[in-house]
């Protein structure tokens, strides 16, 4: 991306670009390829969405953002802590934003610093899909993984399959299967406000005003109240790309004012926008932030107020009395084999306080915290342990304040330890077992065994074993795979493709299609079949081997049964005899041992082949009706005699075949390299084990057999 951009990129972005390559370069991302096999579906593109599609995408893995609005249109201006302005510095933004870290107190606009993470995003390589509703998750079918139910139905987007989603949405959303709680407080109403910066020389001379508040301004809120009749509290001016103000107010205030037409005990009543005056608010407003403005410096020079999405005037009652929070951080749920880690990040996760930047500090850190349980995850740790340490970060965040912060911001990384002051990482040390048993309860699998064994090294904190663990979710998908079925499926496969190239043929003959060429594509579907050939021979002669050495370990005892019956009449019979059931038992450890650490671990290498080869199958398949389509818009644009509304409706259709030929061509050129070039290793790592196991058995049987040959040779020489 960046050898094709580099001509024609402006000094501001090539200086973005070396930041961004810096931070590329710290240790937890692990050169970029920490999570490269993990692909992360993000719902939400709002600060803490992008936030957390930038760390992904850092980590390697392959993102995509999905976002319902079309535009960016959140005025609001959000105060940032200190070590929020540094990690935004960190990560280019300032390149982007001069202003930022620069005022007396540090803020940037809403719609900006998504903007600015946006244009991050784009450049480290995220896909943005914007318009793009989420609704459900859909469970996996067909090898294919877990997808998402989208709005519109068509949007390529829909071919994405991924192994983490983060939602992002904010406070209105939360992902299924989490619970969540509701934190009834105080009556806290807070207006917000903006007005346009239309660069009026006396807009300069307007002072910010941040965090007035009854105590320590008790004159001016005794004017205001005096002079407008309108109690208000805690009030804040900042101008960023708006003059943005807030400031807290009562319902009894409200009604006195006229703001809200009637009095009702249900909140959503009272503040239903039925139930609002828009043109006393406007007026009301007003004349609060000309009096505050006026009162402290220069009045604001006109009345301008800027526009939300719909057209009103960017004015807002907000109810924080009652705060919404997820009781969980993140959970796992594994349908079919296919894991999916669910987390979420920022309002999502808890509807955190706005006073001071409180709530975007805490966003952003929820978004580090996030990222870095997908590095763990993808580290293949035990899932169980994972998710623990998630909730321990989550209960520090929630009682976070300036003290539990380290003071060295520029060292803030992915690592807790790097942030927190007071974190214990040790997973699972010390806690109750209740505690344990709801971690236990976030893990929501159809594999019983797979709970089993998690659970087991979870309580226990023994050592966790990636490889035994891998076979017990493959025995399960085998398990669960219907022999008939999937003979059914094998032809019904067979049949498709043969129906495929023989339609394909036809329409060559007649002229009636195209064929793309892609020989990357080309040259690494031809690796993975040579790879997938040479994987099913290896795992034939393998099992051929054990099934030799279990015939060998029966024939053997056969023998020695044999003859003992010829030897009844020789001193110490039970040695020999006991001799000969070691022998047997360390034959069939042997066996066992094979089966578990070599050919279990080929039959899982094995069987990811399965899916890889549907989506070539399917790639193909999805390359075929794109060319014919291609074709037939062609030749429509080029005869004239053809209607308008039959070439757009082939236009539509070609440009639907498209997007669904190149969404899953781009994951064949991810994961294809990337399942090739892990072969040697894999290989190398199961002869060891091979050969390791054989010499040790060899040498025990060896030791036997010699015992056995020193009682025949006594036998031999008394006799």
């Known amino acids: ?42 719902v939400g593109a709002g600060p803490c969405g992008l936030r957390t599609a930038v760390e992904c995408q850092l980590l390697g893995a392959r993102t995509v953002v999905v976002e319902e609005s079309h535009t960016f249109s ?20 300032k390149r982007l934003f001069s202003r930022l870290g620069t005022g007396s107190t540090d803020h940037i606009s809403t719609k900006v610093l998504q903007t600015a993470l946006l244009k991050i995003c ?16 859909l469970e996996p079918e067909d090898e294919q993984g877990w997808h998402a139910r989208l709005e519109p139905e068509d949007h390529e987007a829909r071919h994405f399959s991924f192994d983490v989603v983060v939602g992002a949405t904010g406070a209105g959303f939360c992902m299924q299967g989490f619970n969540r709680g509701r934190h009834q407080g105080p009556e806290t ?163 955190f306080p706005w006073e001071e930047g409180s709530g975007v500090a805490r966003g952003i850190l929820s978004c580090l915290d996030c990222c870095w349980m997908i590095r763990a995850w993808s580290l293949q740790a035990n899932p169980l342990q994972v998710l623990h340490e998630r909730e321990n970060l989550y209960k520090v965040l929630n009682k976070l304040t300036h003290s539990d912060l380290k003071l060295n911001i520029k060292g803030y990384d992915l690592d807790p330890s790097s942030r927190y002051t007071n974190v214990d990482l040790d997973r699972g040390k010390g806690e109750e077992d209740e505690e344990k048993n709801n971690i236990i309860k976030y893990y929501d699998t159809d594999n019983t065994e797979e709970l089993r064994y998690l659970t087991e090294k979870y309580l226990s904190r023994n050592y966790f074993d990636k490889l035994s663990y891998a076979n017990i979710v493959y025995r399960y998908k085998s398990k669960k795979d ?132 549907g989506r070539v199958d399917k790639c193909e398949q999805l390359r075929i009706e794109f060319d014919r389509l291609k074709f037939s818009l062609k030749s429509m644009q080029d005869n004239q005699k053809i209607s308008k509304a039959v070439v757009d409706e082939t236009s539509k259709k070609h440009d639907k075949a498209e997007d669904a030929y190149l969404a899953v061509l781009n994951e064949l050129k991810q994961e294809l390299p990337a399942l090739y070039g892990v072969r040697r290793e894999f290989f190398a790592h199961s002869l060891y084990n091979m050969f390791i196991q054989q010499n040790n058995f060899h040498n025990d049987l060896s030791y036997i057999y010699r015992e056995m040959s020193e009682y025949v040779l006594i036998k031999l020489k008394t006799d």
Request: hydrophobic share 35%; charged share 30%; aromatic share 10%.
């Open 1 to 42: 991306l960046k050898s094709r951009l580099a001509d024609k990129l402006s000094y501001r972005y090539k200086e973005l670009w070396k930041v961004l390559e810096k931070r590329a370069k710290r240790s937890c991302y692990g050169g970029n390829k920490q999570c490269q096999e993990l692909r992360v579906l993000v």
């Open 74 to 93: 959140r005025n609001a201006v959000l105060e940032l802590w200190k070590f929020v302005v540094e990690d935004l510095k960190l990560l280019g933004v």
């Open 122 to 137: 784009c450049l480290l390589g995220v896909q943005v899909y914007t318009g793009v509703k989420f609704h459900s998750l």
């Open 189 to 351: 109403l807070s207006v917000t406000a903006s007005l346009k910066v239309e660069g009026r020389p006396e807009e300069d001379l307007v002072s910010e005003l941040p965090h007035l508040n009854r105590s320590m301004h008790a004159q001016f809120f005794k004017d205001l109240e005096k002079e407008l009749h309108f109690k208000i509290e805690n009030f804040s001016y900042f101008r960023d790309d708006t003059h943005f103000y807030q400031f807290d107010v009562t319902s009894e205030s409200l009604v006195q004012q006229k703001i809200l037409k009637e009095w009702f005990e249900c909140r959503n009543r009272l503040l239903a926008q039925s139930n609002v005056d828009l043109k006393n608010l406007k007026k009301e407003v007003l004349e609060v932030c000309k009096f505050a403005t006026r009162y402290h410096s220069r009045m604001i020079p006109h009345n301008n107020f800027e526009k939300k999405s719909n057209g009103d005037p960017d004015i807002t009652i907000h109810d924080f009395s009652n705060r919404f929070y997820s009781k969980e951080a993140s959970k796992a749920v594994i349908r079919k084999g296919f894991p999916l880690l669910i987390c979420q990040v920022g309002d999502s996760l808890a509807n």
């Open 482 to 613: 219907n022999p008939g079925k999937e003979k059914a499926t094998k032809w019904s496969s067979s049949l498709r493709k043969k129906t495929c190239r023989l339609r394909e043929s036809f329409y060559l003959r007649f002229g009636k299609t195209e064929v793309t060429k892609d020989e990357d594509i080309e040259q690494k579907i031809s690796q993975f079949r040579a790879q997938d050939s040479e994987v099913k021979r290896l795992n034939a002669v393998v099992e051929n081997y054990v099934s030799a050495l279990a015939a060998v370990n029966k024939a053997e005892s056969d023998l020695f049964l044999t003859w003992a019956d010829n030897i009844q009449d020789w001193n110490n019979l039970e040695n020999f005899l006991q001799n000969a059931e070691d022998i047997k038992e360390k034959r069939t450890s042997n066996t066992d041992n094979l089966k578990k650490d070599v050919v279990e671990p080929l039959r899982t290498y094995k069987h990811q082949f399965r899916e890889v080869k």
